[in-house]
C-alpha cells in the first residue's frame, strides 16, 4: 500500500536559516510527488513537483529513490514561509495520498 | 490551475441532520474527489466524484453516509447525513485537470456538530 510518511509535526526555525521537511514514502509503482502548503487562512496549493524540478520560493526538493525520499529544503528561511506543509503521494487512479503534515513556524 | 469554489465555507449542525456541501469549477475537470481533515491529522480521501456514476468509495466510507452527486465535469456535491459529533471536521473537494497538471483544491468546509 502506498504511503507518505512526514516524522515533524511542528518544526521551528530562525529566519535565514536554512530548513528542512522530511518526506519519506513507500509506494511499489514510479512515484510521483508532491509539495502543497496551507498558509494561515488560505486554501491548500501547490508548491512544487518532482517531476519539474524547479525551485519555488526559493524551495527545491530532489526525489531520492534509494532512500525513498523528498524533503523539502530552502537554504535561507523567511518569516512567510511560516505555514503547514504537506507531503503527496499520486498514485494509481490520480488519487493523492497526503502526509500528516509539518507546521513550519520561522522565528523572526 | 483551475479555482473551484466551495459553500458553506463553514457550519454548525445539529446531530442527526444532514448538510451538503457544493464545489464549483470555473473549467472542465477530469477527476473531482473529497478529503477529510479531522483535527491534526492529514487529508483522507472519502472517494472519487465520477460525472454521471456513482461515487468511488474509499475504505470506511460509504454512500449511505457520505451520498456524492457530480452531475457534470464541473460541479460535485457531498453530503454528511445523519450527522454525530464525529464528523465534526474539515471538508475539501479537490479537481484534478490531466496527466501533468497538479490538483487544486476548494477552501473547505469546517463543519461543527453539536
Known amino acids: 500500500a502506498q504511503r507518505v510518511t512526514q516524522p515533524e509535526k511542528l518544526l521551528s526555525v530562525f529566519k535565514g536559516a536554512p530548513v528542512e521537511l522530511k518526506c519519506n514514502y513507500s509506494?511499489?509503482?514510479?512515484?510521483?510527488l508532491f509539495w502543497y502548503v496551507q498558509y494561515s487562512r488560505q486554501r491548500l496549493q501547490l508548491l512544487l513537483r518532482?517531476?519539474s524540478r524547479e525551485s519555488i520560493k526559493g524551495f527545491t526538493a530532489d526525489l531520492n529513490k534509494g532512500e525513498t525520499s523528498f524533503h523539502l529544503k530552502k537554504p535561507f528561511a523567511q518569516e512567510e514561509d511560516s505555514a503547514m506543509y504537506y507531503c503527496?503521494?499520486?498514485?494509481?487512479?490520480?488519487?493523492?495520498?497526503f502526509g500528516t503534515g509539518t507546521s513550519l513556524t520561522v522565528i523572526p | 490551475s483551475a479555482v473551484i469554489s466551495q459553500k458553506p465555507s463553514r457550519d454548525i449542525c445539529q446531530r442527526g441532520t444532514s448538510l451538503t456541501i457544493q464545489c464549483q469549477v470555473d473549467?472542465?475537470?477530469?477527476?473531482m474527489f473529497w478529503y477529510r481533515q479531522q483535527p491534526g491529522q492529514s487529508l483522507t480521501l472519502i472517494a472519487t466524484?465520477?460525472?454521471?456514476?456513482?461515487?468511488?468509495?474509499e475504505s470506511g466510507f460509504v454512500i449511505d453516509k457520505f451520498p456524492i452527486s457530480r452531475p457534470n465535469l464541473t460541479f460535485s456535491t457531498l453530503t454528511v447525513s445523519n450527522m454525530s459529533p464525529e464528523d465534526s471536521s474539515i471538508y475539501l473537494c479537490?479537481?484534478?485537470?490531466?496527466?501533468?497538471?497538479?490538483?487544486?483544491f476548494g477552501q473547505g468546509t469546517r463543519l461543527t456538530v453539536v
Open positions: 479537490s479537481g484534478y485537470g490531466t496527466e501533468n497538471t497538479e490538483a487544486f
Open positions: 509506494y511499489s509503482g514510479s512515484p510521483e
Open positions: 473549467s472542465q475537470v477530469t477527476m
Open positions: 503527496a503521494l499520486r498514485y494509481t487512479g490520480n488519487q493523492f495520498y
Open positions: 518532482h517531476i
Open positions: 466524484a465520477n460525472q454521471g456514476s456513482e461515487a468511488t468509495y
